[in-house]
């Protein structure tokens, strides 16, 4: 999807470059595309924050983060390339005034300047009016949007129509790092490369799917941000649809974003609307108690540090997601996602359909489906589920079930899995926007699941508890029990 390599040098402006996504994910992401010579020799890398900090003191922060989130041992010699391109600029973002001094910096740079906003949303509308004061956008210029873009239909036209006063859309990169997943990506090639899949890819073949993203760890100390959004706006409104609008679109005319945005978009269009008429039957929303984790006792959601004892914030939800259009009609995806589940685990689980008669009945009575895995983390690979014959010579055909498994780690293993935040990175440097999240499909996702939220609203319901270190409330189960199914753990 991108060019190896860079097509200009460039300024990467990082708004918040002290914060948490920064330090955890930004800055090692941009050291890797270093160590891979993918960065211009010329571009620098602008780290503006609120505290006063000298170059050096910069530098040393950059190099402690670097240190801890980088898996692999630093080479020195990158290393010293890297802090070569650091600068940093002390900067109130709410204060037009100070943008200046930002431009003082960039004035000695690159034309073309890449500005990250990883920032609060609520601030983003600041930094455009700030960068628009010191006359710092230019049409080769690009921004890059964090998530959540608001936290409903309503904020994120609000958010968005703040930064498009600035910023046209063709210029916007609106970030969802589940894009930039190998695994993820990989869906494509599954679906339009392997004729297996493509010619049985819809509801004559298939009998429902399964996504899942369990999270074993709890709002680590974000009780602040989270209470106020709850899994539905944190994980299913983005990632979980972007997942599902890749795995049931349309093949796109090519690659290039505006095909493949058009076809997401339409999937999630094409979905089943859920309102307080069906929310009971078709979403369940719960939140943990306390329970055990690998051992050890974890505090439930209410007892968490900070807690507000009456807090009624969704921490786990699962649908039943419908597609209204002629390939999936009558094939439910089901999405479950939570936090202080099992494990770390995130999978897609497509179920074709039996075989329409078994002439194995001797040795297998009931012939199950075959099953399609995709395992997006932690262990990312695809894996197959069918019969094979038990080899021997008995007079009576044995069969049994077996597992066809390409396992990244395992299949290329003189290879380093990217990591999504590398991958991203490379493609805003190189100006591709397929990879993110047009306007138009963030607020198709919040039409969807306002309606949602606002039926558990209407309807009084309540999240159903659940033990800490369990799959989640025993409604879930139910919900897809009902339709003679279980979920895959």
């Not at 050291?31 to 010329?42: A, K, R, S």
């Not at 004061?133 to 690009?142: S, T, Y």
């Not at 685990?345 to 078994?358: L, M």
Request: glycine share 6%; with cysteine.
């Amino acid at each position: 999807m991108s060019n190896l390599d860079c097509q200009s040098a460039s300024e990467i402006v990082i708004f918040g470059a002290l914060g948490d996504l920064s330090r955890r994910k930004l800055l090692p992401a941009l050291y890797q595309l270093e160590v891979c010579g993918l960065i211009n020799e010329n571009s620098r890398i602008v780290g503006a924050a609120r505290p006063e900090h000298t170059l050096e003191e910069f530098k040393t922060i950059v190099l402690e983060n670097l240190n801890t989130f980088v898996k692999e041992q630093l080479n020195d010699e990158v290393v010293t390339r890297f802090m070569n391109r650091l600068v940093y600029q002390e900067l109130d973002f709410k204060d037009s005034s100070s943008f200046t001094k930002l431009a003082d910096t960039l004035a000695t740079g690159n034309d073309t300047r890449i500005y990250y906003f990883s920032t609060a949303p609520s601030i983003f509308g600041d930094i455009c009016k700030g960068l628009h004061h010191a006359d710092l956008i230019q049409d080769q210029d690009r921004v890059v949007m964090e998530k959540p873009i608001g936290h409903s239909l309503e904020s994120s036209i609000d958010i968005n129509n703040q930064v498009s006063d600035y910023f046209k859309e063709n210029q916007t990169y609106r970030i969802d790092h589940y894009l930039g997943k190998e695994t993820v990506l990989n869906l494509l090639v599954l679906r339009f490369a392997n004729s297996l899949f493509s010619n049985n890819w819809d509801r004559d073949s298939i009998d429902h799917v399964q996504i899942t993203v369990a999270e074993s760890v709890g709002i680590e100390g974000r009780w602040g941000f989270y209470d106020g959004a709850g899994q539905m706006r944190d994980m299913v409104q983005n990632h979980m649809l972007q997942v599902l609008s890749l795995l049931a679109m349309e093949p796109p005319a090519d690659l290039s974003a505006e095909s493949v945005r058009i076809e997401k978009l339409k999937v999630v269009k094409a979905l089943k609307p859920i309102n307080k008429d069906n929310i009971k039957e078709k979403a369940v929303r719960g939140q943990y108690s306390d329970g055990f984790l690998e051992g050890s006792a974890v505090p439930g959601y209410l007892n968490e540090e900070d807690a507000n004892e009456n807090s009624n914030t969704e921490t786990f939800v699962a649908i039943k997601a419908e597609i209204d259009n002629w390939r999936w009609t009558g094939v439910p995806f089901y999405l479950r996602t939570g936090k202080r589940m099992p494990k770390k685990h995130s999978e897609i689980v497509v179920h074709f359909k039996k075989p329409p008669h078994n002439i194995f009945k001797d040795s297998y009575s009931d012939l199950p489906a075959n099953k399609l895995t995709i395992r997006l983390q932690p262990d990312e690979g695809v894996e197959l589920q069918m019969m094979n014959k038990i080899p021997g010579i008995a007079s009576q055909m044995r069969i049994q079930e077996n597992k066809l498994d390409l396992s990244f780690s395992d299949t290329y293993q003189d290879q380093r899995v990217v990591d999504a935040y590398e991958r991203l990175m490379l493609e805003i440097l190189n100006g591709n926007q397929s990879l993110f999240v047009s306007r138009d499909e963030v607020e198709a996702a919040w039409i969807w699941a306002d309606s949602i939220i606002d039926a558990w609203k209407t309807t009084g319901e309540s999240p159903k508890p659940y033990a800490a270190g369990s799959w989640g409330p025993v409604s879930s189960i139910s919900l897809i029990a009902r339709d003679d199914r279980q979920w895959v753990e």
